[in-house]
């Protein structure tokens, strides 16, 4: 396993890291620069947003639902294309999208919600339609075919807090291109380290009105068996990675190739 990420950081935009720099089981790399993942992008200060400018983003990628979006729009730099690609249009279980809305307006109307690990299960329960859902399928596949295309380059990809559903997608991209699954792992897992601390308020906000700040954390971070659950769901729907592109998301092998050359780089040479 490679070491601990550095993180980048940019006030008001929290959990933000490059996909990049994982090495390939092939011997290579993959590129650093090309996609950043993060929260939101609703928060930026004049400062932020000119760190966030300075990455040299040029399209956001914007995996939320409309609810969401409505409530907290994004704020971008001019000049960055905003690409709305909805995950939970149409999924059966939104409970992670509903739950992190929530957090925002009254975390203890979800008190109930997370007791005796329910919302540990509805959580891992909603990677299945992530994977598998008519509408997070369209959504991924319009996210893969423009980052295919060196005019979406750079961009960054994000939901609302960055870990569920842009946790796939990145884990997706990964596995493609060959990172082994304790990286992808890692990856998907920093979260806990990048995100949870910025949380704090909303922790010490649920705990003083009487809850159980244990049990937020089911809710705003992530867990091991949640990515598992969504790897499983692949695996039994089309097989493998490149059967969930090529039969899940109807993405075809020019694009793939695309994707691949663009993003894997050899290693440097010690």
């Excluded at 295919?148 to 796939?168: I, M, N, S, Y």
């Excluded at 979260?191 to 705003?220: C, H, I, M, R, Y």
């Amino acid at each position: 396993m490679s070491s601990a990420r550095d993180p980048i950081v940019i006030a008001g935009l929290p959990n933000l890291r490059d996909v990049g720099g994982w090495p390939t089981e092939s011997g290579g790399l993959v590129r650093r620069g090309l996609l950043y993942r993060s929260v939101e992008v609703t928060h930026l200060d004049d400062s932020g947003t000119a760190a966030f400018e300075a990455l040299g983003v040029t399209t956001v990628f914007d995996l939320r639902t409309e609810a969401e979006r409505t409530a907290q729009p994004d704020r971008l730099p001019p000049g960055v294309t905003h690409v709305v690609a909805d995950v939970l249009a149409d999924a059966i279980d939104e409970f992670g999208a509903h739950a992190l809305q929530a957090v925002v307006t009254d975390p203890m109307t979800l008190a109930p919600l997370l007791a005796d690990g329910r919302a540990r299960t509805a959580l891992a329960n909603s990677y299945r339609d992530i994977v598998g859902s008519p509408g997070a399928r369209s959504a991924y596949r319009r996210f893969f075919t423009d980052l295919a295309d060196t005019r979406f380059r750079p961009a960054l990809v994000h939901c609302t807090t960055g870990k569920d559903r842009t946790g796939w997608a990145a884990a997706a991209l990964l596995t493609l291109l060959g990172v082994g699954s304790a990286d992808v792992m890692h990856d998907y897992l920093l979260t806990n380290d990048e995100l949870l601390p910025a949380l704090t308020p909303l922790l010490e906000k649920f705990s003083a009105a009487g809850g159980d700040p244990a049990q937020l954390t089911e809710v705003l971070g992530v867990r091991r068996e949640y990515l598992e659950v969504g790897l499983d769901e692949m695996t039994r729907r089309y097989g493998d990675v490149e059967g969930y592109f090529r039969d899940g998301l109807g993405i075809g092998d020019d694009t793939v190739r695309a994707l691949t050359d663009a993003f894997v780089e050899p290693a440097p040479s010690s």
